[in-house]
């Protein structure tokens, strides 16, 4: 057939159609991972960052409590309290949980490889959450460096150490103000209420240093509104994105 012969050149513009729309079909294809990866880092943008962990320290009377919670809910991430996940092994039975338990019923403080052993199994069982806030958590060199280790197994790190700072006699006269409400000795004596604040001083610095070495620390004022001290955490961690 001679190659100017219409309906030779109709079947050639018929193949070359097909092996267009087929190129543009695997292109599709290839491509559409991409399209629902950006999709989900716009989406998780929107509404926040897309994965942080948070070390979130403060000395008693700080607030810290209150601002987790916030800062929970404004970012959708999870707030890890150490007692609360030390509750949970014990409520749960775990070994764990029985070895922690009988710490306290004798009234010791429990080794580093048991609380570090508990955050271990929380990080496992949270692995698809969008973030954390750790409250009070590493709380010595050892814990930290652990800690770094537990989240490196899974593709994770702690991305900043915020430090809510107050002077000592505002802290002071905050948790004397709470003892008449909470009724807990240990918030009614003023004495009392200074050991516990030397006590975590001596633990938080070591811990600072370490994430000050990684360029990991921040430290806020945490005096005024809870508003004002919100944002300036807030600020932070924005700052990270």
């Known amino acids: 057939m001679s190659p100017n012969c219409p309906s030779e050149a109709i079947s050639v513009r018929f193949f070359w159609s097909i092996v267009t729309e087929i190129f543009y079909k695997i292109k599709e294809i290839v491509l559409f991972p991409q399209k629902i990866m950006y999709f989900c880092r716009v989406q998780s943008s929107q509404k926040g960052l897309v994965m942080i962990n948070i070390v979130l320290f403060g000395a008693p009377g700080c607030g810290k409590g209150t601002q987790a ?3 929970k809910e404004h970012y959708g991430i999870d707030h890890v309290s150490t007692g609360e996940v030390i509750r949970d092994e014990i409520r749960r039975g775990t070994e764990l949980g029985r070895s922690m338990e009988q710490y306290i019923s004798e009234g010791k403080l429990a080794p580093d490889e048991i ?19 750790f409250d009070g958590f590493p709380r010595t060199t050892v814990q930290a460096e652990e800690f770094d280790r537990i989240l490196a197994g899974h593709g994770l790190k702690v991305d900043i150490m915020v430090d809510i700072h107050v002077p000592e006699e505002e802290l002071v006269k905050r948790i004397l103000l709470r003892g008449k409400d909470s009724g807990r000795a240990d918030d009614a004596s003023e004495e009392v209420i200074r050991g516990r604040l030397d006590v975590y001083r001596k633990q938080t610095a070591v811990v ?7 360029n990991k620390y921040a430290s806020v004022d945490g005096v005024g509104t809870m508003d004002e001290v ?5 600020a932070v961690i924005d700052g990270l994105k």
Do not use: T
Request: hydrophobic share 45%; with cysteine.
């Open 69 to 71: 919670q916030r800062l």
């Open 115 to 133: 609380v570090i052993g508990m955050i271990a199994n929380y990080v496992a069982g949270h692995k698809e959450a969008k973030g954390c806030i």
């Open 208 to 214: 600072a240093d370490y994430y000050a070495s990684q």
């Open 230 to 234: 919100f944002g300036r955490i807030a």
